[in-house]
């Protein structure tokens, strides 16, 4: 089986600008979260989503939000981009909400801010 | 609330040497505690993990961590460090009867020498 997918892999963008970030969870996972891992940090939570419901959110701006499809895809959308969101972007993908014991983690999608 | 402190950026050990790396936590209520592995350009790897029972506990690749109240600590050991150890190690703590969502440390770099 296929683990979780994440892209684009690599992403440029320019300050102000608009960026989308698409996870695809594991068959069978109804669960996927976002983090943002800045570099030499550990990762830090920023959204969980179970059915298409939003279940969690981190201490994010608005400027991040993030949307489940029917087939429990995701995509992470940050608007009006700083410097400093420049990072590591994971997702994570569990069969339940609960966030422990059974998260799996993409491959993650490198977001550099110019 | 919750919090993880790993001591130490970075640990340099030779081949064949005894790996320790430290991980203190702080939480309110008895917690779940994790360690993950990050190999260069890949998502995280859940390493071990305990959450109630036998403190001490065995994961993958050798590795294995002792949860220690009276020191709120979990540290990560494993006998023989081999070069393919080299890489980043997080500790993760989450709240057993909170919304579950973890946090990380800043992580540990593994150094193995030959």
């Known amino acids: 089986d296929a683990g979780v997918t994440q892209s684009p892999t690599h992403l440029i963008k320019t300050r102000g600008q608009h960026v989308t970030l698409r996870c695809s969870p594991i068959?069978?996972?109804?669960?996927v979260s976002w983090y943002q891992q800045v570099l030499g940090q550990g990762p830090q939570f920023i959204f969980q989503?179970?059915?298409?419901?939003?279940?969690g959110r981190g201490n994010f701006p608005d400027r991040f939000s993030a949307r489940q499809f029917p087939n429990y895809s995701s995509e992470l959308n940050v608007n009006a981009l700083l410097l400093g969101d420049s990072a590591l972007y994971l997702c994570?993908?569990?069969?339940?909400?609960?966030?422990?014991?059974?998260?799996?983690f993409g491959p993650g999608t490198r977001l550099t801010v110019l | 609330a919750q919090s993880v402190t790993q001591l130490g950026s970075h640990v340099s050990v030779s081949e064949g040497a005894l790996v320790l790396l430290r991980c203190n936590y702080s939480?309110?209520?008895?917690?779940?505690l994790f360690w993950y592995v990050q190999y260069p350009n890949q998502g995280l790897q859940l390493l071990l993990k305990y959450t109630t029972g036998a403190t001490l506990v065995k994961g993958i690749n050798g590795f294995e961590a002792e949860f220690k109240k009276s020191e709120t600590s979990f540290h990560l050991t494993k006998p023989s460090a081999h070069m393919s150890d080299a890489a980043e190690y997080f500790c993760a703590v989450s709240l057993s009867g909170g919304s579950y969502i973890p946090t990380f440390g800043r992580g540990t770099s593994l150094i193995v020498h030959p």
């Open positions: 939480s309110s209520v008895p917690p779940y």
């Open positions: 994570a993908s569990s069969y339940r909400a609960m966030l422990i014991n059974e998260q799996f």
């Open positions: 989503y179970y059915e298409k419901e939003e279940r």
């Open positions: 068959s069978g996972h109804k669960s």
